[in-house]
């Protein structure tokens, strides 16, 4: 059986989706806090398991009989993100799992400016400690969080963002949730670490260039990152605003320029490109 923790989200919700045309549901288990969330996953005959990443003891009940855990990331931050996956990990090996998928991030690492790599790079470190049998998916990061960064740069023909050159491999969360379904049900996956993005890269002069119509264009203007900061902190609790200064650094610095073909592969058809993206939302 094949499990999935965060599947009232919408990674895991979308990846239900796509397994659901691949595996029977009967083979399926949904773990999430609150069941009612996913009840209509329920009525198609998944099997519907209630755990939370901060009860080491319901995991382990949840995935009984279960041979392959995808662990989709938890949504906190720091030591509270890696304790919880820490009693995901040690919950499966108890339980018998034997093959664990990670949903992680482009190069983790414990000096990384986005904060959330550090996570995933303590993350990756438990699964390998635990000898268990892994897939890392390093998802970059999602267009579909794009709208929320360039806010109203189409409508103000300026795009303010601290980026200089730095690239990102953007890609749609459909697009991991599929490749994530049809990895999951196929072989060949043991001890592999995939960076999950589209294969051409941008920067935010080709976010700019994608924005621009015939009738506006769009220029990027590189604003120093302790102004970004210090705007977001009117608007966010400054622990938060430090996340975002931090991933605007990151992407500065190209911690997101992983371009790969990976994905492309594992769906058999290009992912959804940055351009196609942005074209479909104006
Ligand atoms: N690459 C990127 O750009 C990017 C962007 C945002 C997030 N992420 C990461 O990718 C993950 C998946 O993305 P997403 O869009 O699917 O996020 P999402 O919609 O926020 O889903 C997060 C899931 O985690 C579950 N969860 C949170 N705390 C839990 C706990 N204590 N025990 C069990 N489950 C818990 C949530 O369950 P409930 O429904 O019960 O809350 C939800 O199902 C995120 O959690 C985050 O780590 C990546």
């Known amino acids: 059986m094949i499990a999935i923790t965060g599947a009232s989200g919408h990674l895991g919700k979308a990846t239900l989706e796509f397994l659901l045309t691949k595996t029977s549901p009967e083979s399926i288990v949904a773990i999430v806090r609150d069941p009612q969330k996913i009840a209509e996953f329920a009525d198609k005959g ?6 939370d990443y901060t009860d080491k003891a319901s995991f382990v009940t949840s995935l009984a009989g279960v041979d392959t855990l995808l662990l989709i990331s938890s949504a906190v931050l720091g030591d509270e ?13 108890e339980a018998g799992v034997k093959h664990i998928f990670y949903t992680s991030a482009p190069n983790p690492s414990p000096t990384a400016l986005f904060a959330p790599a550090i996570d995933h790079f ?20 999602y267009l579909d969080i794009l709208p929320m960064v360039i806010g109203d740069a189409a409508q103000l023909g300026k795009l303010y963002y601290p980026a200089g050159d730095g690239k990102v491999s953007f890609v749609l969360r459909t697009d991991i949730a599929e490749g994530l379904a049809n990895a999951l049900t196929s072989e060949g996956h ?27 264009t769009v220029d990027y203007i590189d604003i120093p990152g302790s102004a970004y900061e210090a705007e977001l902190v009117k608007h966010l609790p400054p ?3 430090k996340i975002y200064a931090g991933m605007a650094e990151g992407i500065k610095q190209n911690e997101f320029n992983v371009p790969s073909s ?15 993206y942005l074209k479909s939302l104006s």
Request: no cysteine; hydrophobic share 40%.
């Open 46 to 51: 998944v099997n519907v398991r209630q755990g």
């Open 262 to 276: 990976t994905l492309k592969d594992l769906l058999g058809r290009e992912p959804v490109s940055l351009d196609t």
């Open 122 to 141: 303590r993350t990756e470190n438990l699964i390998l400690e635990s000898g268990l049998t892994y897939t890392f998916f390093r998802n970059n990061l």
């Open 81 to 93: 993100r890696v304790n919880q996956h820490s009693n995901a990990i040690s919950a499966a090996k």
């Open 239 to 241: 622990v938060v605003a």
């Open 190 to 216: 043991a001890n592999k670490v995939y960076d999950i993005g589209t294969p051409t890269a941008s920067s935010f002069s080709d976010i700019a260039a994608s924005l621009s119509s015939a009738d506006k």
